[in-house]
């Protein structure tokens, strides 16, 4: 393949640049923009090991002082010859570094080009590559962690088991209809009955993963809702941990949905905080209550807030009923800082409340006073084992795949159960581990792959 380079740390002033090179000239071409302290030429450089030295422009002429590294392939991220350059994270010594390269024969890296090599030079399967993008964008320690897990195989692993029993369930199928007159053990269908039933339940666990996985990626869309004044807004600076929000004592101060992030014990939230849910004439506020109800419909958790001094009123029926259409749901009541110790408990029985997940008291102002809802939430979200990281399906695109493939393994038992040709057994079982090889990228079509890619930045 010719050879790419770009900036892999961005376009902003950083402590450290680099940039990096990959491709068929790799080394001639880097030996053309570094000059080496120790007199030898670049593809001389031990491997694997940082050497010091000068980074030249197209001219020739000394940009900076830095390291470099050549990494040979095939044992490199890329699977090709590649190289990185370690200099002074100046915008202008990179661009200057990067166009000597193109000047010596690289040419400019596309988005994700890096790991789309990695890819297709069989260093990563697909679902590696996601984890590598994954990885960059994680916002909690255990999405990082789970995406670390899955760039060293860990959904691979989980895979492997799987396409193996499918695969020879499809070799002693084919081996009994192609070859009639060896000496091949005949097909038993139980065994190959307990094969699909085995994939089929692995399959199955496999999705059961989706939820969390999404949870660890994306986060739990969060929508905070209650009647004016009852401390929603307070929540959301408590959770945040500034004034994201205007608090005030005056009623209807939030207008208009505000929104923020939050990690609670190991969990994402997005933050809503909508306006309060009321009835009102107020042109203005009537457009903020249509969008809080928007929020609510739209949300994974929602956070009913209710006046813990009062506890729930008639006024909070209504919008206690809107709460307990979401996915989940927490009744929370505030101020619990202005009640004296032991009353203000919530009723799982009052009214409009018995659907909620979890019932607590809470003060946005007091040292601790978020543990109860902390817990709630920890509750709803587990973390999970820690045996499960790297094995979760994360986004829509493996669910798809493997639930493709659960349904064929299904299908594939129901027809030797019902007596069906081997033909028809063969055709479910082979869109099974088509399904299988489209998620980890044995046999995924170009435009999935592309669009993969395609939320790479470029470097990478």
């Known amino acids: 393949m010719d050879t790419i380079a770009a900036i892999a740390t961005g376009g902003n002033p950083t402590a450290i640049g680099i940039v990096r090179v990959s491709g068929e000239k790799c080394f001639d071409i880097c030996g053309r923009a570094f000059r080496a302290a120790n007199g030898k030429s ?140 060896e000496d091949i053990e005949d097909i038993r269908p139980e065994q190959i009955a307990q094969a699909l039933r085995t994939a089929g339940e692995k399959l199955t666990a496999l999705l059961d993963t989706c939820r969390r996985g999404k949870v660890l990626k994306s986060g ?127 009723s799982k029985d009052a009214k409009g409340a018995r659907t909620a997940d979890a019932f607590v008291m809470f003060s946005s102002v007091v040292p601790g006073g978020l543990h109860a809802l902390e817990g709630a939430i920890s509750r709803l979200f587990p973390a999970g084992a820690a045996a499960q990281a790297g094995s979760l399906l994360t986004d829509q695109r493996q669910e798809e795949a493997a639930r493709r493939a659960r349904d064929a393994v299904r299908r594939a038992g129901e027809a030797l159960t019902a007596g069906l040709t081997p033909d028809a057994v063969l055709t479910d079982v082979e869109e099974a581990l088509d399904a299988l090889g489209e998620l980890t990228g044995r046999s995924a079509k170009e435009e999935i792959v592309s669009r993969i890619f395609s939320r790479f930045c470029v470097g990478k």
């Open 42 to 181: 670049f593809p001389e450089q031990e491997a694997r090991k940082m050497v010091f030295g000068e980074m030249l422009d197209s001219q020739g002429r000394t940009i900076d002082q830095g390291l470099a590294v050549r990494f040979p392939g095939p044992r490199s991220y890329t699977g090709e010859d590649s190289a990185e350059f370690h200099c002074h994270g100046s915008p202008v010594v990179q661009r200057e570094l990067l166009s000597a390269l193109f000047a010596a024969g690289a040419r400019q890296a596309k988005a994700g080009e890096f790991t789309r090599r990695a890819f297709l030079n069989g260093r990563l399967d697909l679902t590696q590559a996601e984890a590598v993008v994954d990885l960059i964008d994680a916002e909690t320690a255990a999405a990082a962690r789970n995406a670390a897990a899955q760039l060293d195989g860990g959904l691979r692993r989980t895979l492997e088991p799987i396409q193996e029993a499918l695969l020879d369930v499809i070799s002693r199928f084919y081996a009994v209809v192609d070859y009639p007159d």
């Open 220 to 346: 739990v869309r969060t929508a905070i809702v209650g009647r004016p004044n009852v401390g929603k807004s307070s929540l959301l600076n408590a959770l945040v941990g500034y004034e994201r929000a205007i608090v005030t004592d005056i009623a209807g101060t939030t207008r208009d949905t505000v929104e923020d992030t939050a990690v609670i014990r190991d969990v994402l939230l997005r933050l809503v905080d909508t306006a309060g849910i009321h009835a009102t004439c107020d042109a203005v506020e009537q457009l903020g209550v249509e969008r809080s109800r928007r929020a609510v419909a739209n949300a994974d958790l929602v956070i009913a807030v209710v006046d813990g001094v009062t506890g729930p009123t008639e006024a909070d029926q209504e919008i206690l009923a809107l709460a307990s259409q979401a996915p989940h749901w927490i009744l929370g009541a505030s101020k619990a800082d202005l009640l004296p110790p032991g009353t203000g408990h919530i």
